[in-house]
């Protein structure tokens, strides 16, 4: 709970601990409404791979069912799987995400070698290392999704709320990511709302950023690539899209 401490060791290290906040209302859908196969196994995809932002969304929400329903198939990791990526990949979407050792987007979305890139930033902070990367994935992988996915009980956004509530300063390269989620803090809510408020604020924030790039912005405009919003919920483990 966020609360008017002004211990600097609070702001300091609310960023590192972010436990599990109550439940929270969803606010929104899963990724699609698709069904889950139950059949585990460690082989290639049997159906090609996708190759629009739709069907990625749906590739990725028939995984994270498969992960909230424990029945997860491990895709892509093979010998065979293994041996084929050598020569090159193809990825079939990017997430931005957290750093937050809870919410590793290929487990999350059930996926294996070669499917996903993924790129991870405290609070899915944007830096001109993190634009490179989503960049290279888009126009030299010609990747048709970008998903910027957020989470329930963010430390990054805890932490930034904390310093701008205390005024409290932290460590050089952590006040970095607090003075980056900062303009998107949700200061007409109180406490955990005011975290969670912020948490989605953030994410929205980082998607249009990214939409908003004159390569990305092009891209979009010819119908080649989607840029969505997307919040994982650790107590319930669903990946729901933002609007």
Not at 30 to 56: C, F, I, Y
Not at 134 to 155: F, K, N, R, T
Not at 184 to 191: F, N, P, Q, T
Request: overall charge negative; proline content about 6%.
């Amino acid at each position: 709970m966020i609360t008017e401490d002004t211990s600097p060791t609070t702001a300091r290290r609310a960023l590192l601990r972010g436990g599990v906040a109550g439940a929270v209302a969803l606010g929104g859908a899963a990724l699609a409404a698709v069904p889950a196969s139950a059949a585990p196994g460690a082989g290639p995809r049997s159906a090609s791979r996708p190759g629009t932002a739709e069907a990625a969304l749906r590739e990725l929400a028939a995984g994270n069912r498969r992960w909230r329903a424990f029945r997860e198939r491990h895709p892509d990791e093979s010998p065979s799987v293994r041996t084929s990526l050598t020569s090159g990949q193809q990825p079939f979407a990017l997430v931005l995400g957290c750093i937050d050792s809870r919410v590793p987007p290929e487990l999350v979305f059930d996926q294996g070698l070669g499917d996903l890139m993924t790129v991870r930033s405290a609070g899915e902070v944007l830096d001109e290392a993190v634009l490179g990367s989503v960049a290279y994935g888009v126009l030299e992988l010609d990747i048709p999704l970008v998903v910027v996915l957020g989470h329930q009980s963010c430390g990054a956004v805890k932490a930034a709320v904390q310093a701008d509530l205390t005024g409290a300063a932290l460590p050089r390269h952590i006040q970095y990511l607090a003075d980056e989620i900062a303009p998107y803090i949700d200061r007409a809510k109180e406490g955990d709302a005011r975290v969670d408020a912020t948490i989605d604020a953030n994410i929205r924030a980082v998607r249009s950023r990214l939409a908003a790039e004159p390569d990305l912005a092009a891209k979009i405009s010819a119908g080649e690539l989607a840029v969505v919003g997307a919040r994982y919920e650790l107590t319930t483990q669903l990946v729901h899209r933002l609007a």
